[in-house]
């Protein structure tokens, strides 16, 4: 498997940035996760919008969802121009409502709400999902293609069990949305890089790559406060960053 990164900054983009997305590809398999602001012309330079075989949105905040509703007019454009025949299979919760009403488009989008669909498979991944601490619905996603296994937390709190979704990931990408200058005193919804690392360890992740980071963050000090608590590869996320697994 091979994990790109299109977009890795929250609760927006700095410049030439986006927010999270990433790109899954397993064979001939490509499925986005998340597709924040900006994500879709980072898509591009890897696949076309109407090559994507699924997506997989983690939850419907707009840091993670603003460019679906753009993927929305490519696929529709894609299968009345005959580049595509069939809608694309979105795999996303269906709350907060008046999100998940969005989430269809005429015959563009297959949505297959994923409180009813907690495992599926494109091609050879297998995809199971699993509920995170966070103020909204919002699921990690587990992909294993027999030979490697990708965790992807999305946006998760310190009251996440990790251990109930995997034992030794190849890759654990997670979050680390606060550093220990702005952490707040009662963090919810959300990680620091330090929590991530000590998360990462507690799993036995063998790589560790650190997402969803405030645009001014420096890559050093991200890295600086999770290296002395994990043991495996630590990586921190940047447009293009790219990861291939087994």
Same mark, same amino acid.
């Given at each position: 498997m091979r994990w790109t990164v299109l977009g890795y900054q929250s609760p927006y983009p700095g410049a030439g940035g986006a927010t999270p997305g990433y790109l899954l590809e397993s064979g001939e398999r490509r499925i986005l996760i998340d597709c924040g602001s900006g &994500?879709?012309?980072q898509l591009d330079r890897y696949c076309r919008p109407y090559e994507l075989d699924a997506v997989v949105l983690s939850h419907l905040h707009h840091d993670h969802i603003a460019d679906f509703f753009v993927l929305q007019y490519a696929i529709r454009l894609a299968r009345q121009m005959g580049r595509r025949t069939s809608p694309?299979?979105?795999y996303a919760p269906g709350v907060p409502e008046k999100w998940g009403r969005l989430l269809t488009y005429h015959d563009a989008i297959d949505w297959r709400p994923i409180e009813k669909h907690r495992e599926t498979s494109v091609g050879?991944? =297998?995809?199971?999902?699993h =509920?995170? !601490?966070h103020p909204i619905p919002c699921y990690a996603v587990l992909a294993d293609n027999g030979r490697s296994r990708i965790l992807y937390g999305a946006d998760a709190g310190p009251r996440t069990d990790w251990g109930r979704m995997a034992q030794?990931? !190849?890759l654990f990408v997670c979050e680390a949305t606060y550093l220990k200058r702005? &952490?707040?005193p009662h963090p919810s919804g959300h990680l620091s890089a330090e929590q991530a690392a000590v998360a990462a360890e507690r799993i036995?992740? *063998?790589?560790l790559l650190l997402?969803?980071?405030?645009? /001014?963050?420096?890559? %050093? %000090?991200? *890295? =600086? /406060?999770?290296h002395p608590h994990f043991s495996g590869t630590l990586y921190v996320a940047g447009i293009g960053f790219s990861i291939r697994l087994g």
């Amino acid at each position: 498997m091979r994990w790109t990164v299109l977009g890795y900054q929250s609760p927006y983009p700095g410049a030439g940035g986006a927010t999270p997305g990433y790109l899954l590809e397993s064979g001939e398999r490509r499925i986005l996760i998340d597709c924040g602001s900006g &994500v879709l012309s980072q898509l591009d330079r890897y696949c076309r919008p109407y090559e994507l075989d699924a997506v997989v949105l983690s939850h419907l905040h707009h840091d993670h969802i603003a460019d679906f509703f753009v993927l929305q007019y490519a696929i529709r454009l894609a299968r009345q121009m005959g580049r595509r025949t069939s809608p694309l299979t979105v795999y996303a919760p269906g709350v907060p409502e008046k999100w998940g009403r969005l989430l269809t488009y005429h015959d563009a989008i297959d949505w297959r709400p994923i409180e009813k669909h907690r495992e599926t498979s494109v091609g050879s991944v =297998r995809l199971s999902f699993h =509920r995170t !601490d966070h103020p909204i619905p919002c699921y990690a996603v587990l992909a294993d293609n027999g030979r490697s296994r990708i965790l992807y937390g999305a946006d998760a709190g310190p009251r996440t069990d990790w251990g109930r979704m995997a034992q030794s990931p !190849d890759l654990f990408v997670c979050e680390a949305t606060y550093l220990k200058r702005n &952490v707040p005193p009662h963090p919810s919804g959300h990680l620091s890089a330090e929590q991530a690392a000590v998360a990462a360890e507690r799993i036995g992740a *063998k790589r560790l790559l650190l997402t969803h980071l405030f645009p /001014e963050y420096a890559p %050093e %000090e991200v *890295k =600086r /406060e999770a290296h002395p608590h994990f043991s495996g590869t630590l990586y921190v996320a940047g447009i293009g960053f790219s990861i291939r697994l087994g």
